[in-house]
Nanobody
Framework: QVQLVESGGGLVQPGGSLRLSCAAS????????VGWFRQTPGKEREFVAS????????QYADSVKGRFTISRDNAKNTVDLQMNSVKLEDTGVYYC????????????????????RGQGTQVTVSS
């Protein structure tokens, strides 16, 4: 298991940008595919984006495609989510989740496919 910690949330105006970061508390994230999910009260948990273990493959929800970018720096053991052109509906608690895998290129989008998750960071889009 890996303990994940998110950072970078906050308040942002519509159209603005925010960068979230996910790190492993023990510093080792390299063996994991990582996904970002978000949760809003009254709504189901929603897949946002995921990246493969090597970083060579990425996957996005249609709602964020073209606006968000997921990337990883395996030297720093971090996975970032760059959020651009944010909208009101991007508000929620964002958390990252990890899946240990031997595949360097596969991604997942179902939360049940991930084994570990962080506590989340709040993102509020408001004018």
């Amino acid at each position: 298991q890996v303990q994940l910690v998110e950072s970078g949330g906050g308040l942002v105006q519509p159209g603005g940008s925010l960068r979230l970061s996910c790190a492993a508390s023990d510093g080792f994230l390299n063996g994991y595919a990582v996904g970002w999910f978000r949760q809003t009260p009254g709504k189901e948990r929603e897949f946002v984006a995921s990246v493969s273990r090597s970083g060579s493959s990425t996957q996005y929800a249609d709602s964020v495609k073209g606006r968000f970018t997921i990337s990883r720096d395996n030297a720093k053991n971090t996975v970032d989510l760059q959020m651009n052109s944010v909208k009101l509906e991007d508000t929620g608690v964002y958390y990252c989740a990890g899946r240990f895998t031997l595949s360097y290129s596969r991604t997942w989008s179902n939360h049940d496919d991930f084994e570990d998750r962080g506590q989340g960071t709040q993102v509020t889009v408001s004018s």
